[in-house]
């Protein structure tokens, strides 16, 4: 049971994009719009990922494929908005 995942910039908000070229400080500011430091959200786990035999799996986590009000509803529960890393559109 694990506790802790990632939630990649792309997936926190349809209206919130970065460029490569970006700091991590317009980053950490793009972000503190949409979520604050602490606050609590609900998430979709979209991926769980092995890396080497021994070390925890990578959970990667999408805040705008869940519904934030009190359901927290799955937003695609079909699978089709979420692509797995390396499997591109």
């Known amino acids: 049971?694990?506790?802790n995942g990632l939630v990649?910039?792309?997936q926190v908000s349809n209206f919130l994009e970065f460029s490569k070229?970006?700091?991590?400080?317009?980053?950490?500011a793009g972000m503190e719009g949409v979520v604050n430091r602490g606050e609590t959200v609900w998430i979709k786990?979209?991926?769980l990922k092995e890396t080497?035999?021994?070390e925890p799996v990578k959970v990667t986590?999408?805040?705008?494929?869940?519904?934030?009000?009190?359901?927290?509803?799955?937003?695609?529960?079909?699978?089709?908005d979420?692509?797995?890393s390396g499997r591109g559109r």
Do not use: M, N, W
Not at 21 to 28: A, F, I, L, P, Q
């Open 1 to 3: 049971f694990r506790r």
């Open 8 to 10: 990649p910039t792309h």
């Open 21 to 28: 070229e970006d700091t991590d400080e317009d980053k950490v």
């Open 45 to 47: 786990v979209v991926e």
């Open 52 to 54: 080497f035999p021994g």
């Open 61 to 80: 986590c999408s805040i705008k494929l869940a519904s934030q009000t009190g359901d927290a509803a799955d937003l695609d529960p079909e699978g089709k």
């Open 82 to 84: 979420y692509f797995p």
